[in-house]
């Protein structure tokens, strides 16, 4: 193991990233058709802007459910590897998620949360994060062992790395800034779920 996949972090010493720094650091390792879903707002955001994939699902309009739909792919093609992008907020509204993928043990699925302490797309109001909630250790209390904070850039890409080569399931939690997104996502939920499935290769 080599020093950078040995580096650990807690949540204030997490060194504080861009988003959309991360998600593009995230796409440029994707070679094989992952499947990548995007929760509400900047985080698929984000997304969109990296790179229109086939393999992207956008999500509208509905928080928190980023890791159940990414679970329920990772489910159904395990052949794939799957990731879930997922906001501080949206994730405290689907805690229960987190036990129900730990229980199933999917070793092919890898969720990774932007937290930034802040529902910022709707004014910035305070997560439980800014209350000392910390997401990790939610994460390994309900099962998920393989869970830790990224404590920079370098540490992310190594920890993306193992998620792509190594068996999951895997969270990898990142302290975000509040930074505005690299782009505005095209908000047609059919051509979304459309390009998707054939991304998929579920439909033609």
């Known amino acids: 193991m080599s020093a950078n996949e040995m580096k650990s972090a807690s949540r204030d010493t997490a060194k504080v990233m861009n988003r959309s720094d991360l998600t593009r650091r995230l796409v440029a390792k994707l070679n094989q058709e992952e499947a990548v879903i995007g ?93 000392g909630t910390d997401l990790v250790a939610v994460a390994k209390g309900t099962g998920l062992a393989q869970s830790t904070w990224a404590a920079d850039e370098a540490h992310f890409e190594q920890l993306v790395d193992r998620a792509l080569k190594e068996d999951g399931p895997w969270f990898i939690a990142t302290r975000t800034d509040d930074k505005p997104p690299a782009g505005v996502t095209e908000r047609d939920a059919a051509k979304i779920r459309g390009r998707f499935m054939q991304g998929l290769g579920v439909t033609k």
């Open 39 to 131: 929760g509400i707002g900047n985080t698929h955001f984000d997304l969109w802007a990296s790179g229109q994939r086939p393999q992207n699902f956008y999500m509208l309009g509905s928080m928190g459910l980023a890791a159940p739909i990414a679970f329920g792919v990772a489910m159904a093609q395990p052949e794939r590897q799957v990731f879930a992008l997922e906001g501080d907020g949206s994730l405290l509204m689907q805690l229960g998620a987190l036990g129900t993928i730990a229980a199933a043990n999917q070793k092919n699925l890898a969720i990774i949360v932007f937290d930034n302490g802040v529902y910022q797309i709707t004014g910035s109001q305070p997560t439980l994060t800014s209350y």
